[in-house]
Every structure is written in C-alpha cells, then in structure tokens.
C-alpha cells in the first residue's frame, strides 16, 4: 500500500501575501470580457482625440505644446477632469463594490490573508492600471495628433514640452482610480462616489471656492481645494502665451505653482485612500 503523503501547510510572509493578492486582483479584472471592451474603446477614443488637434491650428496653422498637451489628456481645462475620468471609474469602482456590495468580500480575505492585505493589493493594482491606461492613452493620442498635423502640413509642437504635462497627467489619472476604489470603501456603495467624483470637481468644488471667498480670512481657500490643485496639476498656466493665460487661470481655478498642486493632489489622495482603508479593514463585510 501507498502511504498517504501529507503536505504541512507552508507560512507566506507579508511580502509574498501581498504579491499573490496583487496577482489575484489582476486575474480578476483581466478575466472580466467588459474590462476589454472598455479598454478598446479607450483606445480607440485616444486615437480619434488626435483628430481634434487640428481644431486647435492658428492662422499659421501651428499649436502650442500646451493646447496639445490638453488634447491628449482628454481635455481637462474645458471638461475641468480629464474625459479619460469617466471611463476608468467603471474599472477603478469594480474591485472593492463587487466585495463589499455582494458581500464576497471575506472569501477575498481568506483567499489572499487579510483585509489589509486585500486593500493594498486593489490599491496597488488599481493605481497601476490606472496609470497604465492613461500612458497608454497618451502614446496614442501624440501619435495620433503627430501623424494629423503631419497630414494637414501644419507645424509639430515642441514635443519635448509635452512630455512633462502628460507625465503628470499619468499620476493624476493613478491617483483617480485609487480615490475611486477608496470612496467605494467608504461609502460601501458604488453609485454615490460616482456622482461624487463627477459632479464635486465641476460643480461643488467650484461653489464651495465661492462661499469660502466671502468669509474673512479665507478668500484663497479655493486655490487648495483637491481638485482645483489637480487641475493646475494638469494645466501649467504659466506655459501658455501671455493674451491666454488669464482666460486658461479662470477654468483652472487655482493659482498654486504646479509643484504645489501636485503635492496637494496626491497628499488629498493618500488621505481618501488612507481613510478607505480604515473603513474597508474595520467594518464587516455584510454591513452596509
């Protein structure tokens, strides 16, 4: 007879828990067929974006590294976000709403050693494909733009000057999918930190800027709003020609030098993240 062969169960430290947990999520969003469906037409809207710098030529039929910076990251000076925003909130928005909403949430903790865990690996994740998603998005859409300006015998930009404002926009689109999954943890719902994240940054933001001004002491609060500073993040004022850059001041909405903006954007989403981790690790999974 065979004698039976018993496997003890063999310890994963913390370093090895969390990289099978970030392998977990990745297998999970991968496997999802809308995941690719969402990701073509990202592609292809990156694409067709480029189209629409030619609605941007003067009357020597040049642009400016700004304006084409703009186009390829969605537009946020006339959208106030980057149009890529509403796409990635289907894929940022998934991960922790499918736990927590269906209540599979602590099977995900058995499977990948803890919440904690299971909270840096979406985040992780989460951050990454975000980031990915808008580099990606941004390569497209400068090829896109480069190949049009070349068609229309226009002038090419100073490409050199838009590597840096679609670097930024690159963290910022990560740092939007982690306050995505966050807000979901937080409010344990997937609609409301939807309509959160779109009406907020255009519309109440902008209100509470107002308010803020008529109070004594407070009348550039507005500039250090979240999403004022990320998009002064996005947009460097100071790099458009002197007869626009008033008009582009007015849709940033806050005049903090871009180093500052970029800081105050990230620390705003280190703390949402830092907070929807707290709510995600304490409360049970059924509750609501």
């Known amino acids: 007879m065979t004698a039976a ?104 903790w058995l499977a990948v050693n803890g919440r904690a865990t299971a909270y840096g690996a979406k985040c992780a994740v989460g951050f990454a494909v975000g980031a990915a998603v808008a580099a990606v998005s941004a390569v497209l859409g400068a090829l896109s733009c480069a190949v049009s300006l070349a068609l229309a015998e226009a002038s090419q930009p100073a490409w050199a000057q838009v590597l840096a404002p679609a670097t930024r926009f690159v963290g910022w689109m990560g740092c939007w999918a982690l306050l995505c999954l966050a807000l979901v943890a937080l409010l344990r719902n997937r609609i409301l930190p939807v309509l959160l994240l779109v009406l907020w940054p255009l519309l109440g933001e902008r209100l509470a800027g107002a308010m803020l001004g008529y109070v004594p002491g407070l009348d550039g609060a507005g500039d250090w709003m979240p999403f004022a500073a990320g998009r002064a993040m996005l947009t460097d004022v100071s790099a458009y020609p002197a007869d626009e850059r008033s008009f582009a001041q007015t849709l940033v909405g806050s005049q903090l030098p871009t180093p500052v903006a970029v800081a105050v954007f990230c620390l705003f989403t280190a703390a949402v993240a830092a907070a929807g981790s707290w709510a995600y690790c304490r409360r049970d999974a059924g509750a609501r």
């Open 5 to 108: 062969v018993i496997h003890n169960p063999v310890a994963v430290g913390r370093a090895g828990a969390f990289r099978r947990a970030c392998r977990y999520e990745w297998r999970h969003l991968t496997a999802l067929r809308s995941t690719w469906i969402l990701l073509g037409v990202i592609a292809a809207l990156s694409v067709l974006s480029g189209l629409t710098v030619l609605l941007e030529l003067d009357d020597r039929r040049t642009v400016s590294s700004p304006r084409v910076a703009d186009v390829i990251a969605w537009t946020p000076l006339a959208l106030q976000i980057p149009g890529l925003c509403f796409f990635v909130l289907v894929l940022a928005t998934g991960p922790v709403s499918t736990d927590l909403v269906s209540g599979a949430a602590r099977t995900t």
